[in-house]
């Protein structure tokens, strides 16, 4: 089992920025990658970025250029900065981990609002 524990979201403004952090604990030493993903209220869940254990990073279209995935694996902690915040980008945002089987933390809101 691994525990996901989000953190970071709250309220910005639009072009603000602010930094998610994902902390796994658990059987972390199974983990292939890790990710982020979002929902908006009557949207599916969208994928955002993943990174691996071997620090290669993946992203949508849709926040590349805008959002950067990376890990410190001392801490076992996997972080999104996102820059140019709009308010399509307001959701809940998850994280992800993989190994046999796919975990998810219990997600964090993000609201871009003036």
């Known amino acids: 089992q691994v525990q996901l524990a989000e953190s970071g979201g709250g309220l910005v403004q639009p072009g603000g920025s602010l930094r998610l952090s994902c902390a796994a604990s658990?059987?972390?030493?199974?983990?292939?990658?890790m990710g982020w993903y979002r929902q908006a209220p009557g949207k599916e869940r969208e994928f955002l970025a993943r990174?691996?254990?071997?620090?290669?990073?993946y992203y949508a279209e849709s926040v590349k250029g805008r959002f950067t995935i990376s890990q410190n694996n001392a801490k076992n902690t996997v972080y999104l900065q996102m820059n140019s915040l709009n308010s399509e980008d307001t959701a809940v945002y998850y994280c992800?981990?993989?190994?046999?089987?796919?975990?998810w933390g219990q997600g964090t809101q993000v609201t871009v609002s003036s």
């Open positions: 992800n981990a993989v190994s046999t089987y796919a975990f």
């Open positions: 658990g059987s972390i030493f199974a983990i292939n990658a």
């Open positions: 990174i691996t254990t071997g620090g290669g990073a």
